[in-house]
């Protein structure tokens, strides 16, 4: 299948600091890419659509300002986290559609102190 | 609202014996259905995909499609110790998004 690559695999991190993750399509272009979320034993929860070139869509609840979603090349898209708090410590992963299939990127652990 | 319900288990097994997981949707319009394996800690991988009626095998695995009952499943025979796992069923209808179940624990006994 499809190789999705993220970074990093693991942060930590102080209350109130940012934090980026980087998710790259390896052996294909994506102009769709899927961020997701999850909490230990509960399952997962899509939080926005990011697409190459425009603005991602954010499903309800999830607030755009908090979670900054950029697109900005057909391999690349980033997640940053501002001012994080406890409550965002998380499970994050991305995935992206080659064609018909949807593929996970490894995901990113963070945990904020 | 579109609900895709799998039975949230644990479904135990003995190793050799077949894993039968289920999943039911919501959306007649769903067109292509998916199946993924996460261990605990790991993201999502995919291990079956189907989009028509009927039976699609791969190995050990065979995913079923049934869209007048809206029902779909996945058996897994020779089950393995290593096939203890999360099972994600999920499924698009026509739009890129994917609507994905909670989710079914296997556990496969020695």
């Known amino acids: 299948g499809a190789v999705v690559s993220q970074h990093p695999s693991w942060v930590i991190c102080k209350s109130g600091t940012s934090v980026k993750i980087e998710c790259r399509s390896l052996d294909f272009q994506a102009t769709t890419m899927f961020w997701y979320r999850q909490f230990p034993k509960q399952s997962l929860m899509l939080m926005a659509t990011s697409n190459e070139g425009s603005k991602a869509t954010y499903e309800q609840g999830v607030e755009k300002d908090k979670f900054l979603i950029n697109h900005a090349s057909l391999t690349l898209s980033t997640l940053t986290v501002t001012s994080a708090h406890p409550e965002d410590s998380s499970f994050y992963i991305c995935?992206?559609?080659?064609?018909?299939?949807?593929?996970f990127g490894p995901g990113t652990r963070l945990t904020v102190l | 609202q579109k609900e895709v319900e799998q039975n949230s288990g644990p479904l135990s097994v003995p190793e050799g014996a077949i894993a039968s997981l289920n999943c039911t949707y919501s959306?007649?319009?769903?067109?292509?259905f998916f199946w993924y394996r996460q261990y605990s800690g790991k993201s999502p991988e995919l291990i079956m995909s189907?989009?028509?009626?009927g039976d699609k095998e791969d190995g050990r695995f065979t995913a079923q499609l049934n869209k007048a009952s809206q029902y779909v499943s996945l058996l897994i025979r020779d089950s393995q110790p290593s096939d203890s796992a999360t099972y994600l069923c999920a499924v698009r209808a026509g739009s890129y998004q994917l609507t994905f179940g909670k989710g079914t624990k296997l556990s496969v006994i020695p």
């Open positions: 189907i989009y028509s009626n």
């Open positions: 995935s992206a559609l080659p064609a018909n299939e949807q593929f």
């Open positions: 959306d007649r319009g769903s067109q292509s």
